[in-house]
């Protein structure tokens, strides 16, 4: 029988045992994940029960994929959650969906890199969904500024992929709804849209206008407005989105 002394040792390595294992988890979440269309961070499932729905989520300008990694906490502990790095450079550490076009006043995308930057999350979202066995069907993509702008331009050129997209201060893409193809499928769309009246980037004005728009188009945007706000997320954001991805 083993003594009290051989005992603790042993119960001291298991917990040590724990500790690493959980640490080692923590730390490949945190690793860049490389080899697909695009570059990535990843939460996996806390909980699993078949394969997992996913939340996709593209930072704004001049940032990167660490960004709204930490936001992962907060989302359902059955969701894989992906946070993506743009496609483009933009000073030593950040990245860009796209450059503004400077020829125009009011905050206009170049449209070739919009669709540059569509074409490899089209090509990325299946290559997740095969790489980490998640559920084809169940896919939101959501984005902060520029990321925001990704979001619409995917979700609404490409609806039979996406379930949902998610809007956080973004404004709907010059001249998109115009390329947007009513279909049953895009009529299914969940759409989130989440902006602050105090944004001095891209407007509350702005944000308004792209859910007027969409529901000219036939389809229900959910509106959330947040007084004050500047061009930012706030805790109240996420918990709406949350929500809103819950229900």
Same mark, same amino acid.
């Given at each position: 029988?083993?003594?009290?002394?051989?005992?603790?040792?042993?119960?001291?390595?298991?917990?040590?045992?724990?500790?690493?294992?959980?640490?080692?988890?923590?730390?490949?979440?945190? !690793? &860049?994940?490389?080899?697909?269309? &695009?570059?990535?961070?990843?939460?996996?499932?806390?909980?699993?029960?078949?394969?997992?729905?996913?939340?996709?989520?593209?930072?704004?300008?001049?940032?990167?994929? $660490?960004?709204? =990694?930490?936001?992962?906490?907060?989302?359902?502990?059955?969701?894989? %959650?992906?946070?993506?790095?743009?496609?483009?450079?933009?000073? @030593?550490?950040? =990245?860009?969906? =796209?450059?503004?076009?400077?020829?125009?006043?009011?905050?206009?995308?170049? +449209?070739?890199? %919009?669709?540059?930057?569509?074409?490899?999350?089209?090509?990325?979202?299946?290559? %997740?969904?095969?790489?980490?066995? $998640?559920?084809?069907?169940? /896919?939101?993509? !959501?984005?902060?500024?520029?990321?925001?702008? !990704?979001?619409?331009? %995917?979700?609404?050129?490409?609806?039979?992929? /996406?379930?949902?997209?998610?809007?956080?201060?973004?404004?709907?893409?010059?001249?998109?709804?115009?390329?947007?193809?009513?279909? @049953?499928? &895009?009529?299914?769309?969940?759409?989130?849209? $989440?902006?602050?009246?105090?944004?001095?980037?891209?407007?509350?004005?702005?944000?308004?206008?792209?859910?007027?728009?969409?529901? +000219?188009?036939?389809?229900?945007?959910?509106?959330?407005?947040?007084?004050? !706000?500047?061009?930012?997320?706030?805790?109240?954001?996420?918990?709406?989105?949350?929500?809103?991805?819950?229900?």
């Amino acid at each position: 029988m083993p003594k009290f002394g051989d005992m603790k040792r042993i119960a001291i390595f298991i917990c040590c045992t724990i500790i690493s294992i959980a640490f080692s988890a923590c730390a490949q979440n945190n !690793m &860049l994940q490389e080899g697909l269309a &695009l570059k990535y961070l990843v939460r996996e499932p806390r909980t699993h029960a078949g394969k997992p729905p996913v939340a996709i989520l593209m930072h704004g300008y001049g940032s990167n994929e $660490a960004d709204l =990694f930490e936001l992962a906490q907060f989302f359902p502990d059955d969701f894989l %959650v992906i946070s993506v790095r743009a496609p483009y450079p933009q000073g @030593p550490t950040g =990245f860009q969906w =796209f450059e503004k076009d400077r020829s125009k006043q009011k905050y206009t995308p170049i +449209k070739a890199q %919009v669709e540059d930057s569509r074409d490899l999350l089209l090509k990325f979202i299946p290559q %997740v969904v095969s790489w980490h066995h $998640a559920d084809a069907a169940n /896919i939101y993509v !959501m984005g902060f500024s520029q990321g925001a702008i !990704m979001s619409y331009e %995917v979700g609404l050129t490409s609806p039979a992929t /996406i379930k949902g997209i998610g809007i956080l201060s973004g404004g709907l893409p010059t001249g998109l709804e115009k390329e947007i193809k009513p279909s @049953p499928t &895009l009529s299914r769309l969940r759409i989130f849209i $989440a902006h602050g009246t105090a944004d001095n980037i891209l407007s509350y004005q702005d944000g308004k206008d792209g859910y007027d728009q969409l529901v +000219k188009l036939g389809l229900k945007p959910e509106l959330h407005t947040y007084t004050g !706000m500047a061009h930012t997320i706030t805790s109240q954001v996420v918990a709406d989105l949350v929500k809103w991805l819950k229900s």
